[in-house]
């Protein structure tokens, strides 16, 4: 890979490790669920009249939409306006690469190689320590329902994986913008009903420019330009040498959290935080292992 193509990838994962910092800045503009219908809105307008919308099913886009927008943003939103921090946050929410393994063994029949399973054993005894620190410590800022609700985000965020397997190889941008579109009712829906009318007017009137920034680089910095930029990466490249910058996420999601919002590094959580991305790597090293073979022959 050339340096500029690295310098690419690095500074995709760095937008994507970091934005967790801007979504706390955001969630203090916005409740979470009207949060995640804005950066949705934005994702979706103006880009599905620049993407042509992909070959796929509309029911695929829907499913991906109300997944990635109710599911997997709705809840991490949720959860991170008062039950876990930012930096814990983009650590447990990489537990989606272990769903999506699982899932993809119930609904294809694939089997675990034995590099995965200690893998899998690796990132539960992580998320373990952080479930043991649940409430014990003050400075821990992680409660069990944040856990929960990152955990269970993390689960829709694997579903859609599975769905935009079944896809194909289409335009992850186009996919992005237009299963952005379906993100926008489920979204607002639930806004009107657990955040209320007079909430969401507040939220509208009175946010800061600043509120309104992390609005929009939730959806051109990471959707846009992220997506758009890995996919670009992807078609370039193996995916064995683009995906493991793709580890340095919750690197970046801890240390930013730690320098901009003071988050404290404790020793448990850089324990949780190797043994998650220890299993992270050896997963990774196992799917490059079962794709060499196939190349010799």
């Given at each position: 890979m050339p340096l500029s193509h690295l310098f690419l990838a690095l500074s995709v994962v760095f937008i994507w490790g970091t934005n967790f910092v801007v979504i706390k800045w955001g969630l203090a503009d916005f409740p979470p669920f009207l949060y995640a219908a804005l950066r949705f809105f934005f994702s979706a307008l103006p880009w599905i009249f620049v993407f042509r919308r992909p070959a796929v099913p509309w029911?695929?886009?829907?499913?991906?939409?109300?997944?990635?927008?109710?599911?997997?943003?709705?809840?991490?939103?949720?959860?991170?306006?008062?039950?876990?921090?930012?930096?814990?946050?983009?650590?447990?929410?990489?537990?989606?690469?272990?769903?999506?393994?699982?899932?993809?063994?119930?609904?294809?029949?694939?089997?675990?190689?034995?590099?995965?399973?200690?893998?899998?054993?690796?990132?539960?005894?992580?998320?373990?320590?952080?479930?043991?620190?649940?409430?014990?410590?003050?400075?821990?800022?992680?409660?069990?329902?944040?856990?929960?609700?990152?955990?269970?985000?993390?689960?829709?965020?694997?579903?859609?994986?599975?769905?935009?397997?079944?896809?194909?190889?289409?335009?992850?941008?186009?996919?992005?913008?237009?299963?952005?579109?379906?993100?926008?009712?489920?979204?607002?829906?639930?806004?009107?009903?657990?955040e209320g009318p007079q909430q969401i007017a507040q939220a509208l009137l009175h946010a800061s420019w600043a509120g309104w920034s992390t609005v929009l680089w939730q959806a051109l910095g990471n959707t846009v330009f992220g997506f758009g930029a890995w996919n670009w990466l992807l078609a370039r490249h193996p995916a064995a040498t683009v995906a493991p910058t793709a580890l340095l996420v919750p690197v970046f999601g801890m240390l930013s959290s730690a320098l901009l919002l003071s988050e404290a590094l404790q020793a448990w959580k850089l324990t949780a935080a190797a043994l998650v991305l220890g299993g992270l790597a050896l997963n990774l090293y196992a799917g490059r292992q079962r794709v060499k073979p196939a190349g010799r022959a």
């Open positions: 029911t695929s886009l829907a499913a991906v939409g109300t997944l990635l927008g109710a599911g997997q943003f709705g809840l991490l939103y949720w959860a991170m306006q008062h039950d876990i921090t930012p930096g814990l946050a983009s650590l447990v929410v990489q537990s989606q690469v272990f769903f999506t393994i699982l899932m993809a063994m119930v609904l294809t029949g694939e089997r675990l190689r034995w590099l995965q399973g200690v893998a899998l054993i690796l990132a539960v005894v992580g998320y373990g320590v952080v479930a043991w620190h649940t409430g014990a410590d003050p400075a821990a800022a992680v409660t069990l329902t944040g856990l929960a609700l990152v955990l269970a985000a993390a689960f829709c965020w694997a579903c859609a994986n599975t769905i935009v397997r079944r896809a194909g190889k289409v335009n992850a941008a186009a996919f992005m913008a237009w299963s952005s579109l379906f993100a926008i009712i489920p979204t607002s829906l639930i806004s009107l009903s657990v």
